[in-house]
């Protein structure tokens, strides 16, 4: 199994900037998913920015962060990171990393990693 570490998260004031760290350990070579989530309420997360690192790849933007938050990947590092500039303090929570080998994109959005491959979760707060 996958196992993501996190860090990156803290406090800053609205318009500042955090960039979040995850690495991934024993990953498979090619078309996986990773991405960020945010806990948006006791049982469920919401994606907030994710990118498939298979043939043509691809990244995806929740529209709440659109402009503002940029992901990328290191494949030599299997390493995830998500730049967030101009914060505001509705993007303040919990964020979590999540990986997929062999992913389906579509589903990695909408479902989260198909084996529950999360980090444990760093917070972010955006203070006004």
């Known amino acids: 199994q996958v196992e993501l570490a996190e860090s990156g998260g803290g406090s800053v004031q609205a318009g500042g900037s955090l960039r979040l760290t995850c690495v991934a350990s024993d990953m498979a070579v090619s078309s996986n998913c990773m991405g960020w989530f945010r806990q948006i309420s006791e049982n469920g997360r919401a994606v907030v920015a994710a990118?498939?690192?298979?043939?043509?790849?691809?990244?995806y933007y929740h529209d709440s962060v659109k402009g503002r938050f940029t992901i990328s990947h290191d494949n030599a590092k299997d390493t995830v990171y998500l730049q967030m500039n101009s914060l505001k303090p509705e993007d303040g929570g919990m964020y979590y990393c999540?990986?997929?080998?062999?992913?389906?994109?579509?589903?990695?959005?909408?479902?989260?990693?198909?084996?529950?491959?999360w980090g444990q979760g760093t917070q972010v707060t955006v203070s006004s």
């Open positions: 999540a990986a997929e080998e062999h992913c389906v994109f579509s589903h990695f959005l909408s479902e989260g990693p198909a084996f529950g491959n």
């Open positions: 990118i498939f690192t298979g043939d043509g790849g691809s990244t």
